[in-house]
């Protein structure tokens, strides 16, 4: 029976989005907040997140192709 392994950014991804979404709808209802530099934070928040996960994606095919 071969293990199954699981990523282990699933649960941080988790616990961290939790916060980062209430303080993005405190943001959202903020008035004094600049609405063009808040959208440039949460698209550079989706980039670093999409690299996060290709790197994670690549190192686990990685470390399942040398046997570790």
Avoid: H, Y
């Amino acid at each position: 029976m071969s293990e199954k392994t699981t990523n282990p950014l699933i649960p941080i991804a988790i616990v961290v989005s939790l916060p980062v979404l209430v303080c993005v709808i405190l943001l959202l209802t903020d008035q004094g907040i600049e609405r063009s530099l808040f959208w440039a934070a949460v698209k550079i928040g989706i980039l670093l997140t999409v690299i996060g996960g290709a790197l994670s994606f690549v190192a686990s095919r990685l470390a399942e192709k040398t046997g570790r």
